[in-house]
């Protein structure tokens, strides 16, 4: 405990003046300004103003799965008062999730205590994903939730604008060709318009020296929108003009340069006990989708930047980004206090003292500055633009009030008896006010933001609780709710999947704001305090909190959710086209999420001319949690005609038709999300073949060509650790390696030999595409190296060999297989290559040399090798019908084993 004794300031004497006007020599120890430096417990003192042990026993409850660790308790505390000190802002941007900076903004928020922003264009909505299944706007849900984790830690904050990720590019002219600039662009400036950051950090040049087109867009647009934002006439409706100081731009894309200003992010902190590197590393490993982890190195460590604008003056050789820019607390305090009297802005000079900020823990002083800034809002005495500055001034009554709940030792619960609720449901809400038991702390009363339309009930408050006593609380307070939702009320998912996308951009509903990572809370409680004779109204969202046997407490937010979820177990189905009658299976999976059970029934709803062997097919008592399902058999007439086609799923309850299927992401280190999508199967009638042959499939990190093979017709087999080491491979026609398995499968890579030896045997090997460990590993046949890519997904193709069997056998392909495809033609190709592999395909993007790396063959011994780096990931889910026959043909090579 005598190490946390470092974050508490403690004074001596009877508290009579404002604590920021209390001598130093009152002081028990100071805390440094320069946190990297040793502490100094020279002084003593006879008293304590705040509760040493109210201070450590503040744990922050999150709902999130990565607890703020570095803000709670004293330590916590005293980076808030350092805060409170100054007005320090700064907008830092970039392209997609894991393209920040991630030791500057931990520099910048714990060491300069300044309010950090990563404003990422796009939510990585293009990746790859190796934690699971999720593309595109799932993908983009797990990994704004992996920003938001990372700012947890790094101590920054995240805003984005609404751009998607359409998937690599190379250029800034096919970054301009897929987004709408002018769109873009006023988004940044809202961001900056609300943010209001005196420095703005684009972390891209603009330039080809970004590598990635995106990135490139990130750096030209970023200054043009600092320009905007200035500009009244610009980006109509998304706030007052504001003028950026100084615009930086990242140091590592001038690495020959020197930067004009270089900042040690390997200082070590006493307070947090680690460096800034160290915290950002940590923040970075939760990009775990992205695969980020990484080793928290020590020592020291540079981040640079380079001075690219400033409308203030500048020293030839700065120390800090903010160097000649006014970032005190006291700017906000006009001289006189308007009409109202009291304090003027040279009484407070002393808030510019960071030192004495860090030092103070006084809920006295806190609840002192928090009128002080009242008084300075309803003096409306601030500068011309007083919309503006009464932001500035808000935002930091807010930063106040979060110190005050801090230092008081307040904690509030608001929690709801269920995670989630259909509408027309009630929910029981208890909200629980724990706080020591201090005469200048009293509770005043509780009550409910909810949406408009819902019915909020005050209930009497048990007072022994339920349940063993172990596991009971005494909160000082305690007040309980009941909430009806509306009938029609509309489902919970991330605002910014409300509506269809509209290209590559998110269209967002009236009334959010675009630049927010997810909208806020549906119920919030508003507890109101007396502190020190001031009332103070804190909010709590409402939560739903359980146990996991093995994780221990885990929160939850909220959702309102469809009483019946439904869907199809086949998303997609390929159907050769024979001439005949197909028939396949279908079965609807019905999934009930409503408290007292319901009945129904479920149906297909088939194109004219189709037939369904389900029609109301029904169901009773589908208790909460429960789920059952009706199997349907589809039939498709002989005279289809090739195309897509939509099967939706249908069922009727409670007087409604429920027809959307409801999607949970949940990973452990992530909060949970739902979205929903229509509940249909998409069919695709196709000329399509495929040789009867067996295949053994090695999984990878995740891709759909197992399925695809089935609907092919074709018996395949997961081939896991037992059957790599010791099975037997001769049974199998063809081998498939799934995509990026040289990174996530061990066992593929301890077994590579084996593999190898059955292809020598006679065995067909088809290689999907991988990554750099492909190439260091040495686990191609020949001599390979990497990084070809072709990302214009409409980049013309030349067939190379047409009379090889990969382009003729048992489906003819042509130019026409090769329309339609979507985000990218291939990944990951050979860039070179021995002369035993023949190149089949040639394709590059516009302006590059030719790329034939993208799909090679080679003899090796008796059978036959392919690595096809071609993106059958995404096309074979798509229902793209020539990327199915061109894979069709190269697991049919294995037919001439």
Request: with cysteine; charged share 25%; proline share 6%.
């Amino acid at each position: 405990m005598g190490n946390f004794k470092m974050g508490i300031a403690v004074f001596c004497g009877q508290v009579t003046a404002p604590w920021f006007k209390l001598p130093r020599s009152c002081y028990l120890f100071k805390i440094p300004a320069d946190p990297s430096t040793p502490m100094n417990f020279a002084r003593s003192a006879v008293c304590f103003t705040v509760s040493f042990l109210s201070i450590l026993s503040i744990p922050v409850i999150t709902s999130a799965q990565i607890r703020p660790i570095y803000d709670q308790g004293a330590i916590g505390l005293g980076q808030m008062l350092k805060r409170i000190g100054n007005t320090k802002r700064i907008m830092h941007i970039g392209a997609h999730p894991d393209d920040e900076d991630s030791d500057l903004l931990a520099y910048l928020a714990r060491k300069e205590n300044a309010r950090v922003v990563y404003l990422s264009l796009t939510r990585g909505d293009g990746g790859q994903n190796v934690i699971g299944p999720e593309l595109f706007e799932a993908l983009g849900v797990i990994r704004t939730e992996e920003l938001l984790q990372a700012r947890r830690l790094d101590g920054a904050e995240q805003m984005f604008t609404r751009a998607f990720d359409y998937g690599y590019s190379k250029t800034l002219e096919e970054a301009k060709r897929f987004w709408d600039e002018e769109k873009i662009k006023c988004d940044i400036v809202r961001a900056i318009r609300s943010f209001r950051p005196q420095v703005v950090n684009p972390r891209f040049s603009g330039t080809p020296a970004d590598g990635h087109g995106q990135h490139q867009f990130a750096g030209y647009i970023a200054p043009i929108a600092v320009k905007a934002a200035a500009d009244p006439n610009e980006c109509p409706g998304t706030g007052a003009p504001w003028i950026v100081q100084k615009l930086y731009r990242g140091q590592s894309f001038r690495s020959n340069a020197e930067p004009s200003l270089s900042m040690n992010t390997g200082l070590y902190d006493h307070l947090i006990g680690k460096s800034y590197y160290e915290i950002a590393a940590y923040g970075r490993s939760q990009h775990k989708s992205q695969e980020q982890g990484g080793l928290e190195l020590r020592g020291e460590r540079f981040a640079g930047v380079n001075l690219i604008e400033s409308s203030v003056e500048t020293p030839a050789k700065e120390t800090s980004m903010f160097d000649g820019v006014d970032v005190s607390l006291g700017r906000l305090f006009p001289s006189p206090l308007g009409g109202n009297g009291g304090a003027t802005r040279d009484d407070y000079k002393s808030f510019e003292d960071t030192q004495l900020f860090a030092t103070s823990s006084s809920v006295e002083g806190l609840v002192e500055l928090r009128e002080s800034l009242m008084r300075i809002l309803a003096a409306s005495s601030g500068p011309v633009d007083a919309l503006q500055y009464n932001s500035e001034v808000n935002d930091k009554i807010v930063e106040v009030e979060k110190a005050i709940r801090q230092a008081s030792g307040l904690q509030i619960d608001a929690l709801a008896d269920s995670e989630t609720v259909a509408p027309g449901e009630t929910l029981d809400l208890t909200v629980g006010v724990y706080f020591p038991g201090r005469s200048d702390i009293v509770f005043k009363g509780v009550t409910l933001k909810a949406p408009n339309g819902w019915k909020v009930e005050s209930e009497e408050t048990s007072s022994s609780g339920g349940g063993p006593a172990r596991f009971r609380e005494n909160p000082r307070e305690s007040r309980s709710f009941k909430v009806t939702v509306p009938a029609g009320q509309k489902y919970t998912q991330p605002y910014f999947l409300e509506k269809p996308r509209d290209g590559y951009l998110y269209q967002v509903p009236d009334g959010y704001d675009p630049t927010l990572p997810f909208q806020p809370a549906l119920v919030t409680a508003e507890v109101t305090m007396d502190v020190k004779g001031t009332e103070i109204t804190f909010e709590q969202p409402v939560e739903y909190r359980f146990a996991d046997d093995t994780r221990g407490e885990l929160r939850r937010n909220l959702n309102v959710v469809p009483a019946v979820s439904v869907s199809v177990d086949q998303g997609l189905l390929a159907v050769p086209r024979t001439g005949k009658e197909e028939v396949r299976d279908i079965a609807i999976n019905i999934n009930g999420n409503a408290a007292d059970g319901i009945d129904g029934s479920a149906r297909l709803v088939v194109p004219n001319g189709w037939r369904s062997s389900c029609e109301n097919s029904s169901f009773v008592k589908l208790k909460k949690g429960g789920s059952t399902s009706v199997d349907c058999t589809l039939t498709i007439p002989s005279n289809a005609s090739e195309g897509d086609y939509a099967v939706k799923a249908e069922v009727a309850a409670n007087g409604q038709t429920f027809w959307k299927t409801m999607k949970t992401i949940a990973y452990d280190h992530i909060q949970t999300h739902r979205y929903y999508t229509d509940a249909e199967t998409k069919v695709v009638l196709m000329n399509l073949k495929a040789a009867p042959v067996k295949v053994g499939y090695v999984p990878g990190s995740g891709d759909f060509a197992p399925e695809a093979m089935r609907q092919m017709g074709l018996e395949v087999e997961e081939l896991g650790k037992k059957e790599l080491t010791s099975g037997d491979l001769s049974k199998y026609d063809t081998i498939v390696i799934g995509i990026r398995a040289s990174e996530v499968n061990p066992d593929y890579v301890a077994n590579n030999g084996r593999l190898l030896e059955y292809t020598r045997a006679g065995g067909t090997m088809i290689v999907q595409y991988q990554k750099f460990p492909y190439q260091s590993l040495n686990l191609a046949p020949y001599t390979v190296s990497f990084n070809a890519r072709v990302s214009e997904e409409d980049a013309k193709v030349t067939i190379l060999e047409p009379a090889h069997p990969v382009f003729t056998t048992p489906n003819k392909i042509t130019q026409a297989d090769f329309e339609g495809w979507v985000q990218e033609r291939n990944l990951y190709a050979f860039r070179s290559f021995d002369e035993r592999y023949t190149p089949l395909l040639e394709s590059h993007d516009t302006g590059e040399p030719e790329n034939k790396g993208g799909m090679v063959y080679a003899k090796v011994g008796e059978g036959q090798f392919v690595y096809a780096s071609y993106a059958f990931f995404r096309q074979l889910p798509a229902g793209v019908p020539g990327a199915w026959r061109l894979f069709a043909n190269l697991v049919s090579l294995g037919e001439e084993k």
